[in-house]
């Protein structure tokens, strides 16, 4: 399904998705480096769109070597944080790219972490129903997870993710080099995804995090390298597999539906978003562990290694009248409810996951336990 033309943690894998099939490139400097961009869909434009905090760090490198390819390249620059990945901002690019007369062979590059690449591919999708786009992710989230497969979105206030399309990228270029200025609880949020491939797909990946999260959390080139091309190995297997998540790709949402109550009752941008999956991991977990799936060693296991990556083990109380309510009513506007039941991705036995009900007694049993 996927395959690296080079051996090592660093080279290219593809996603396998027939005419959208796309390379993932991982390396350092790839980012500043002209040669990355062979193969790209000739353009007379370019649009970056980046953040405040992100453009003044990478943007004119990542400018520098596009100029022999462009006549013209512009800039955007949202504002920084989960809380303006909204309409709002999205607004922003479809101004610029109008205003400087972009026409449909403009190609986007999104620079930034998650949230500059889910809006970029969602304004991607929109222009002119559809341009061409390119993931250049630099946080670790990003790289592991959200640039890779095609989801893009922004937010509404009810509801995390709701409005947003499938569209894949031309290109992913995972600079590992610009992780070195990620601060570092974002690098641990990071290492949510990363551990979250774990249990739902490959216990050896799960093993060697509890053996290397000290060197990841230094900063360790080889070790980043490693869990970036483990997770986008797994990833892309998944949605080569199942791109529009009509089953399988739906277990990548492991700890995401507790997460995603959490983002959303505290307001975004209060929990980052590693960090509800992170928590989420754990009471989806105890779930699990309830319902006779895993046994209460596994689950002190995940725990031990949220714990070690830095990342909380406990939900927040969102509402202190009535928590688990308030928890359930939030998660009953998850993208995989059906019919108003919410359906959690649970762990069926270390390294596999389903996604399946759970009677509301014992999710209310679960967020009693796991909120503090
Ligand atoms: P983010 O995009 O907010 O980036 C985190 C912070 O790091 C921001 O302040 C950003 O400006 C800063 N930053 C980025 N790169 C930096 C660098 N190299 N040096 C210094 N600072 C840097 O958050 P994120 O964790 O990257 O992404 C979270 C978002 O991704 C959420 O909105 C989530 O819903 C989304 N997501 C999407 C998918 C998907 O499949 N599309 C998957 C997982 C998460
Ligand atoms: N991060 C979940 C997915 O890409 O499907």
């Known amino acids: 399904m996927t395959g690296l033309a080079q051996t090592g943690p660093v080279g290219t894998l593809t996603i396998d998705l027939g005419e959208r099939s796309y390379p993932i490139d991982i390396g350092s400097g790839l980012l500043a480096d002209p040669a990355t961009y062979d193969g790209l869909p000739g353009a007379r434009s370019a649009v970056i769109v980046s953040n405040t905090t992100v453009a003044p760090l990478y943007a004119a490198r990542l400018r520098a070597a596009l100029a022999g390819r462009y006549a013209q390249i512009h800039e955007v620059q949202l504002s920084d944080g989960e809380e303006h ?10 101004d610029t790219l109008l205003t400087q007369e972009c026409d449909r062979k403009t ?31 630099t946080t ?21 993710n709701m409005i947003g399309a499938f569209y894949q990228p031309r290109l992913v270029v995972c600079d590992l080099a610009t992780l070195d200025t990620l601060p570092a609880r974002e690098l641990a949020a990071g290492l949510a995804e990363v551990i979250k491939y774990g249990p739902i797909a490959d216990m050896e990946l799960f093993a060697w995090l509890e053996q290397h999260m000290d060197a990841l959390l230094a900063r ?7 869990a970036v091309r483990r997770s986008c190995e797994i ?23 507790f997460g995603h109550a959490i983002e959303a009752g505290m307001g975004y941008g209060v929990w980052l978003h590693g960090e509800g999956v992170a928590a989420g991991m754990v009471m989806a977990a105890e779930l699990s562990q309830r319902l006779g799936m895993v046994d209460a060693a596994f689950v002190a296991r995940l725990r ?9 083990v406990h939900g927040p109380v969102i509402d202190e009248r009535d928590n688990a309510g308030r928890y359930l009513e939030l998660m009953r506007v998850d993208k995989k409810a059906e019919a108003g039941e919410i359906r959690f991705v649970l762990i069926d036995g270390p390294g596999r996951a389903l996604m399946r009900a759970a009677p509301d007694a014992l999710v209310r049993e679960v967020i009693d336990t796991c909120c503090t």
């Open 85 to 94: 990945k909204n309409w709002q901002t999205l607004q922003q690019i479809f």
């Open 107 to 137: 190609v986007l590059y999104a620079l930034g972490g998650g949230v500059v690449g889910d809006m970029t591919g969602f304004a991607a999708a929109c222009y002119m129903r559809g341009v061409p786009f390119v993931q250049v992710p």
């Open 220 to 226: 360790d080139r080889a070790a980043l390298a490693h």
């Open 235 to 257: 990833k892309a297997a998944v949605v080569g597999a199942d791109e529009r998540e009509a089953g399988l790709r739906a277990i990548l949402n492991f700890g995401h539906t």
């Open 304 to 312: 031990a290694l949220i714990e070690r990556a830095g990342l909380p």
């Open 140 to 160: 670790l989230l990003a790289q592991v997870d959200s640039s890779v497969g095609g989801k893009t979105a922004i937010n509404h206030p009810l509801g995390k």
